[in-house]
């Protein structure tokens, strides 16, 4: 049965500590007024039927209740401020009872005094109405009646002492003491507790005061974190059901970060999950489905594991990203990097030195920009990189050169074995010096002689990433690798994860490793059997490829990237004017005309046409408004001649004349059909056409207007 419902307060100060933990249920909830946070984390909100499982007790305070008003305030442990006990304004009926609710533990509990309201006889002494006795102490005889010894004052310093039987009967009433309290010395002792006291310094109050503790409880409550404190002063009733529930189990969530933190003997271990995993996910691999409220997990141990991100290249497909561990068991080989720009070069050769690229792209000299005209297939060697100036807009004068920072590399041409002779000769004529702006915009390829294969570890130690390879052999301990099939895969970034190596029940020797910063996850240990016979661990295989979505990956290169400087910005173009522009037309045109006379497909340069370069010069990009078009060619030809109509004899008066064009005389076109003759000795077979039908089409042709 459960014992009476009592206030938490009221609950808090009446236990004794030696006898916890102590297990309460919530008759009534309640909800403090105060933020979670302005509590620094104390809990503030309970629920009707809630477990409380109280571990420890620990005084904080002294809340001070004004009987008369019915105010409160707080006083701390350290105030320095002494109390007097106010008398009870009820009897006592024997001198035991007044005796009983004494603090006796405490030295200044006796002596007191008490009056008595009627004469009273004790042997041979009399003890008159109203006069006050002092008890100094409690006598305990074996066989005899339990007796205290009081202490009388006389008139003119006389006075005299008496024994008591605690069993004396009448009406007693306490007397105000001249004794004074502090504050520890009250809170200490339950009967003080309970009674009322003043301060000894009536300024600060004069009224009756009641006092009660306030303790921090320290508590594990079931799905709560660890240990929870919470006020004692909070308005919430329980009863205490200890023996009740003295088999529950309090289930303690733990995130990922707080499994991480548990020992390593505690491994491994049963857990349940008891919250499902982020609605968004950064994982994308087969385990992760089953991972859902409810089901329990193996966890067999915990560390850190060393990583590597790798990605597959943009293409047709979707981009792809995994996260591999150190111990993935392929073979890669090495892959030629794609580079943009001369920035991306930059980076490239600073954490490996004698980068060799090609050139896949042309690209045409712009002299105001300091870009030099590069042709697909050549070959550069970056040396490195230095400040160089560059003239603003072409011009070559002194004040008008900007410092750019460039990067110089040789072009170089590769020759057979067949030049062995003049291999030297020609090397020192084919290379020369080439300085590339940071901020030129171009394509390279990597340039690699490598065929060698190398395992996971090796590639760590020999190069430095971001690398590109090809999986040429897979993971024979993986049942299916992802790795495998991708043209190229780009090794981003190593890094150090912490880890968790779990795998489900139904088949605890394949495990997975649970990225415990990247997926928010709630468990609990249970008390479940592990899946094997005791002893007898199984042999793990563990997964060394994790697939990861597109978040994870934009994540992580915030997180790591934020400090790297963006690429340099080419320098301000001066404006140009219409002639300028003409002239460096033309010079361009010239000099590509110029630079290349030999080749076949090369045509003589046209003679500028005057009216059309005026006519270019105007357009110009900052004109207001565009010129008018040109009007259509005015022709000054004459119409061509109308044949008259030829009179019809024998016409009937009324009628319409008939159409000379439609209508033929059967007479006239029998005629013309029966003069036409073959021309056996002509070399084709088809009609000629008639001169007259010939000189009308091309006078039709000639007199057309053409808009």
């Not at 916890?20 to 009707?48: D, H, M, R, W």
């Not at 090794?491 to 928010?520: G, N, V």
Request: aromatic share 8%; net charge negative; proline share 8%.
């Amino acid at each position: 049965m459960a014992g009476t419902a009592l206030s938490l307060q009221q609950f808090i100060a009446s236990l004794d500590k030696t006898c916890l933990p102590k297990i309460l249920q919530v008759c009534s909830g309640v909800y403090f007024q105060g933020s979670i946070y302005e509590l620094s984390g104390s809990e503030v909100c309970f629920s009707t039927g809630d477990l409380i499982k109280v571990t420890d007790i620990e005084l904080l305070s002294v809340s001070c209740e004004d009987i008369s008003n019915n105010e409160t305030f707080e006083l701390p442990l350290n105030h320095t401020g002494l109390f007097k006990l106010v008398p009870e304004g009820f009897p006592y009926s024997t001198v035991e009872e007044m005796v009983s609710l004494r603090p006796l533990g405490l030295d200044s509990g006796l002596p007191f005094s008490f009056t008595s309201r009627s004469e009273m006889t004790f042997e041979n002494f009399t003890l008159g109405a109203g006069r006050a006795v002092t008890m100094v102490s409690i006598e305990l005889r074996e066989g005899e009646e339990d007796r205290v010894r009081c202490h009388l004052q006389g008139q003119q310093g006389a006075s005299a002492e008496v024994l008591i039987p605690l069993s004396c009967q009448g009406e007693f009433y306490e007397c105000e003491s001249e004794e004074c309290f502090t504050l520890q010395e009250i809170m200490s002792s339950p009967c003080l507790c309970s009674r009322r006291f003043h301060f000894n310094n009536t300024t600060m109050c004069g009224r009756p005061l009641v006092l009660r503790p306030i303790y921090q409880v320290q508590a594990i409550m079931h799905l709560r974190k660890n240990v929870v404190k919470f006020p004692s002063s909070l308005e919430v009733d329980v009863v205490d059901v200890t023996e009740q529930c003295k088999d529950v189990n309090f289930v303690t969530p733990l995130t990922l970060a707080e499994v991480l933190s548990q020992p390593d003997e505690l491994f491994p271990t049963m857990a349940e999950i008891l919250e499902d995993p982020e609605t968004r996910p950064v994982l994308h691999c087969s385990w992760l489905p089953e991972l859902s409220k409810g089901q329990h997990l193996v966890l067999h141990k915990k560390g850190t594991s060393a990583m590597v991100l790798a990605s597959s290249l943009k293409g047709r497909k979707a981009q792809q990203f995994f996260l591999v561990s150190q111990q993935y068991g392929g073979r890669f080989r090495r892959r030629p990097r794609e580079f943009s720009s001369v920035y991306e070069l930059y980076v490239a050769s600073a954490r490996a030195p004698g980068l060799r690229v090609s050139v896949t792209r042309n690209s045409e000299e712009v002299e105001e920009e300091g870009l030099p005209a590069l042709s697909v297939g050549e070959q550069l060697e970056v040396m490195r990189c230095e400040r160089v100036e560059l003239a603003c807009g072409g011009s070559k004068e002194a004040d008008q050169k900007q410092t750019i920072e460039a990067l110089v590399c040789q072009r170089f041409q590769e020759f057979s074995e067949d030049d062995d002779d003049n291999e030297e000769e020609v090397e020192e004529e084919e290379r020369e010096e080439l300085i590339l702006p940071l901020y030129m915009q171009s394509h390279f390829v990597e340039k690699i002689t490598d065929n060698k294969k190398y395992r996971f570890k090796d590639l760590g130690k020999d190069f430095t990433l971001p690398l590109d390879v090809k999986v040429v052999s897979r993971d024979t301990e993986l049942e299916t690798d992802p790795l495998v099939g991708f043209p190229s895969l780009r090794l981003e970034a190593a890094l150090l994860e912490p880890t968790i190596q779990a795998s489900l029940p139904q088949s605890p020797e394949h495990c997975f490793q649970i990225p415990a910063r990247w997926l928010s996850m709630t468990v609990s240990f249970t008390q479940h059997p592990l899946p094997w016979p005791k002893d007898q661990p199984p042999k793990c295989h563990v997964d060394t490829v994790t697939e990861v979505t597109d978040t994870f990956y934009y994540e992580f290169c915030k997180q790591t990237d934020s400090d790297e400087t963006p690429p340099p910005r080419p320098p301000k173009r001066k404006p140009l004017s219409s002639s300028a522009s003409s002239k460096k037309a033309s010079s361009k045109s010239s000099k590509r005309t110029s630079s290349k006379p030999d080749s076949p497909k090369d045509l003589p340069a046209r003679p500028p046409n005057s009216s059309l370069t005026k006519e270019f010069s105007n357009l110009t990009f900052t004109s207001k408004k565009r010129p008018p078009a040109p009007p259509p060619p005015v022709t000054l030809d004459s119409p061509p001649p109308i044949n008259p109509r030829k009179p019809t004899a024998g016409l009937i008066s009324g009628k319409a004349l008939p159409n000379t064009y439609v209508k033929v005389e059967d007479s006239k076109k029998n005629a013309m059909v029966c003069d036409i003759h073959a021309d056996v000795d002509s070399d084709h077979d088809y009609e000629s056409v008639d001169e007259t039908l010939a000189e009308m089409v091309k006078r039709a042709q000639e007199t057309v207007v053409f808009y």
